[in-house]
DNA sequence: TAATATTGTTTGATATTCAAGATATATGAT
DNA sequence: ATCATATATCTTGAATATCAAACAATATTA
């Protein structure tokens, strides 16, 4: 086995590791997985139009138009139009929204916690340095 | 921003950027999303119980008793019952489902080669071992 | 043997997604 | 300015995906 196969064998592990323990988060909040998946993107944007925000979902325009509807009615987002280009919608989220997105976010922070306690400072260095590379340069 | 912040950001921007790529490559294929999951593990597992296959994808058995349905009528996986517990089904791979398995196996394979063409020998190892110990102890 | 646990399926209800077409607005070429 | 083309978003219709809870069959334990 190559050291490219190992790769791709850890990686498929470890993005199916991270889905499963995501969906179980989810599953045991208010929130379904495309809401939660749509507020950790607008959490970590303060304001970003549909296309950029179904480009960072990796999924059309139009799914996420329902999924902003939802949100909206949930009261977690809000689209406010701009006077630039009066097609764009930036899209935003409530007080209760960024509630919502904050406690997401701690589960994410305890999993990030989880996974640094079995790792030396250099490793966590390494792997943070690692990961900015492949999602500057790759996705 | 304290590293474990850091680090969190960069896991969910490449957990994201991964996710849109891979549904990308699905809606290009003959493939629905949640049975190129499902033969992603198959192909990796000669032969698994249903409940085993629920906990790769991180889905419920009832989910996975639907995949699997679907799978069985597109002729990619079958389903054989053992003589030493009658209630498991074990799953595996058709041959032609073997041969959906390559063809998605090989687009992992050039998005890994894409992801270490950017990195030296030691970043590549490093992260491979990094990524085994998570795997190994988080998921 | 009876009670309990486990594996997998079914059911009914929602949620998710896409492709294709529609609408409104912007941009570019003439 | 005007017309053609491009872009951003939404709508529609249909297929999938998902869960929780109830169920059936088989194993295990007391």
Tied chains: 1, 2.
Excluded: P
């Excluded at 949930?74 to 409530?94: G, H, M, P, W, Y």
């Amino acid at each position: 086995m190559t050291i490219n196969e190992e790769l791709t064998h850890e990686l498929l592990a470890f993005f199916n590791g991270f889905s499963s323990w995501e969906n179980s988060i989810v599953r045991s909040s208010e929130l379904t997985v495309s809401e939660a998946h749509a507020i950790e993107v607008l959490g970590e944007h303060e304001k970003i139009n549909m296309k950029g925000l179904a480009q960072k979902l990796g999924v059309t325009t139009g799914t996420t138009t329902v999924t902003v509807d939802r949100l909206e009615k949930k009261n977690f987002a809000r689209r406010e139009s701009t006077k630039e280009d009066r097609r764009v919608n930036l899209i935003s989220l409530t007080d209760l929204g960024k509630k919502a997105f904050e406690e997401h976010h701690d589960f994410h922070m305890h999993l990030t916690e989880q996974m640094t306690s079995i790792l030396s400072d250099d490793e966590i260095k390494q792997f943070l340095n690692t990961l900015k590379k492949i999602n500057a340069e790759t996705f």
